[in-house]
C-alpha cells in the first residue's frame, strides 16, 4: 500500500492534485481544506494517503496528516459514507473539527458538509461517538510518525516543516486528564468543549479542567 507521497505538485484541480514523484504522476484526491493547503506549482509537497481498490477502480487520497487521514478510516467505516462523503466533512471541518463534532454529539456541523443529509449525520455522531476518545488519544502520536507497516515513495525535495498540529495539544491534554483521574469519555468532551480558539497544550488542560470542575 502507499502510505505517503512527497515529491512536486504539478497542478491542483477542483478535486485532486497531480504529485510528480520520479517523473512518475499520482493523482490524489484530497478535500478542499487540503488542496487549500497545498504549496504552488513546482514546489515540494508531501501528503500522507489511503489507497481505495475497487474493481474497476483505484484511487488515493491525500492527507497533510496521519491525523487526519485516522478521521478519513474511521468516518468511512459508517455505512453509507463513502470517500466523497468523508472528503466533504474534513473538507468543512477538518480532523480536529470532526473530533469536536462527534464527541459533542453535534450532528448539525457534521450535516454542514455539502452532500451530507441529516439522517447520515446522525450516524456518524452515534457510530463514532465510542471511538473518538482513542483517536483523540493517538493524535500526537499519529502526527508524529507512522508506523512501518506502509510504503513511502519518496523523491529528495525540501519540505517546509508544518506547523505542530492542533491534534497534538488535543491528545496530550487528554492524556493529562485522563492521569488525573478522569474518565476517558468526560475527557475528551471537555477538550472538544475548550479547544475553540485554544493552541497550547497548557491553556487547553486549564480551560478542560474549568469544564470539568464541579458545578457549585
Not at 510518525?145 to 491534534?167: E, F, Q
Amino acid at each position: 500500500m502507499i502510505g505517503k507521497l512527497t515529491g512536486r505538485l504539478d497542478y491542483r484541480a477542483s478535486d485532486h492534485a497531480l504529485i510528480d514523484v520520479g517523473g512518475v504522476g499520482y493523482v490524489v484526491h484530497c478535500s478542499e481544506r487540503t488542496l487549500a493547503a497545498l504549496p504552488g506549482a513546482g514546489e515540494a509537497v508531501s501528503l500522507y494517503t489511503e489507497l481505495l481498490v475497487r474493481e474497476d477502480l483505484l484511487q488515493l487520497f491525500g492527507f497533510l496528516t496521519p491525523y487526519e487521514r485516522e478521521w478519513h478510516r474511521l468516518l468511512i467505516s459508517v455505512q453509507g459514507v463513502g470517500a466523497k462523503a468523508s472528503m466533504a466533512i474534513l473538507g468543512t471541518l477538518g480532523a480536529e473539527g470532526a473530533a469536536r463534532a462527534v464527541t459533542l454529539g453535534d450532528a448539525a456541523s457534521i450535516k454542514a458538509a455539502p452532500g451530507v443529509g441529516p439522517k447520515l449525520a446522525q450516524r456518524v455522531v452515534m457510530e463514532l461517538k465510542g471511538k473518538a476518545p482513542a483517536a483523540m488519544a493517538q493524535g500526537g502520536t499519529l502526527d508524529a510518525a507512522i508506523g512501518g507497516d506502509v510504503a513511502d515513495v519518496v523523491v529528495d525535495a525540501p519540505v517546509a516543516a508544518s506547523k505542530p498540529a492542533a491534534s497534538s495539544a488535543q491528545a496530550e491534554a487528554l492524556s493529562a486528564l485522563q492521569n488525573l483521574g478522569y474518565a476517558p469519555a468526560d475527557a475528551a468532551q471537555a477538550v472538544a468543549q475548550a479547544a475553540e480558539g485554544v493552541e497550547t497544550t497548557p491553556e487547553l488542560i486549564r480551560a478542560a479542567l474549568r469544564l470539568l470542575a464541579p458545578k457549585e
